[in-house]
């Protein structure tokens, strides 16, 4: 029977893009997803990637650093997929101009005149423009990533690890990289705690020529080579809520018949922004993002959690283990938590993680499990029973 070096469970974002980094190495890869190449959240993506301005600090650096990778990454992956033509943000609650016009970055203000200069369609709106942006298409991107890897479409429910070898199903691998975003883990990772957030992106036709990629509460990319262009948002958190994600958003009853509702909304939020003409809708889709209270995302070695605080119980209490005397799960690895910037992070995580993995380098401990870990075993959330 084949034994695969690595078996990614998850095709989205992440997982096809660990996948990809992974096959730079001569690797044997093989994905497995449930609901097919991107068929959860990163298929309904809108897929922008655009800076995070502000004064600079540990957060915004990190997703910046990320945009830069991640465009020069994808330029040279698919030239003729990627429209990088700048993005438009445009004041809000969570950003007005001052914060927009006090941060580190570079940007041009562009103000009412100057936009209907532009078109005729922009409203009575200003904003401040990056060149450092793009929109992608989710699914070609994910199909190219996985070039040379094996694919299966499946369910799975369980992980057995027998003589150096990981069984799923009738799969057999050395390595397993756990990238299922929302899903239900297949190991019980308690300090990583997933949160939800729900994304709705619809897909429409307009005759209005959008110059540059608009960003206030949703985001408006410019026209695709398709003739399409995407409108997407970020619609509703479940922080609160004690829900399991056992299948896509679209087919979730939390969210049956609300599409005509979330449809309009969208629009007549984009319709303040600038006048789309002609409209027709092609497309709707929805997808909930993982995310963690840190925004950061998570990658590294997967702790067990109840071993290591049996070895060392004074964790709790702030003793400083070193990392490397913790103990993990034999060759499970994980990269989840990139939230509404799927398509800035992965890329950019895939290569610390492939680099982690392949040579030993160091995560940076912001993105590591080790923090995590720490973080609720010190709170004593964690019981060893």
Wanted: with cysteine.
């Amino acid at each position: 029977m084949k034994i695969y070096d690595y078996l990614i469970i998850g095709a989205g974002s992440a997982g096809c893009n660990i996948a990809h980094f992974l096959k730079r190495n001569k690797n044997k890869i093989a994905v497995i997803d449930r609901e097919g190449i991107a068929g959860g959240a990163s298929g309904a993506a809108g897929a922008f990637l655009s800076p995070l301005p502000g004064k600079k600090n540990l957060y915004n650096s990190f997703v910046n650093d990320a945009l830069n990778f991640s465009l020069d990454f994808y330029e040279k992956l698919v030239p003729n997929e990627i429209e990088k033509k700048g993005v438009l943000r445009v004041p809000s609650t969570n950003f007005n101009n001052i914060k927009l016009q006090n941060n580190y970055m570079k940007y041009e203000y562009f103000d009412t005149k100057k936009l209907q200069n532009i078109s005729k369609n922009f409203k009575d709106i200003d904003g401040y423009f990056y060149e450092n942006a793009a929109v992608l298409e989710p699914l070609k991107i994910c199909k190219k990533l996985l070039d040379g890897c094996d694919f299966y479409q499946k369910d799975i429910s369980k992980l057995i690890f027998k003589d150096g070898v990981y069984e799923v199903g009738k799969l057999r691998a050395k390595n397993i990289i756990l990238a299922q975003g929302v899903n239900t883990s297949l190991i019980n990772i308690p300090y990583i705690k997933i949160s939800p957030i729900f994304g709705l992106r619809v897909d429409v036709k307009t005759t209005t020529k959008i110059p540059f990629n608009i960003h206030k509460s949703i985001s408006i990319s410019t026209n695709k080579n398709d003739g399409t262009l995407s409108i997407g948002a970020t619609q509703q958190r479940h922080d609160a809520a004690d829900m399991k994600c056992e299948t896509t958003c679209d087919k979730c009853t939390f969210y049956i018949n609300t599409d005509e509702a979330q449809i309009k909304t969208l629009l007549d939020q984009a319709n303040e922004l600038i006048e789309l003409e002609n409209l027709e809708v092609i497309k709707v889709y929805k997808g909930a993002r993982a995310t963690i209270k840190s925004y950061f995302p998570t990658i590294g070695k997967v702790i067990n959690d109840e071993a290591s605080l049996k070895k060392y119980p004074t964790i709790k209490n702030g003793t400083k283990i070193p990392l490397e005397s913790l103990i993990y799960y034999k060759n499970l690895y994980v990269i989840n938590a990139l939230g509404s910037r799927g398509f800035v992070f992965a890329p950019y995580l895939a290569k610390i993680l492939c680099e982690n993995i392949i040579n030993n380098i160091h995560i940076p401990k912001e993105l590591s499990t080790q923090k995590l870990f720490f973080k609720m075993a010190r709170s004593k959330k964690i019981t060893i029973i």
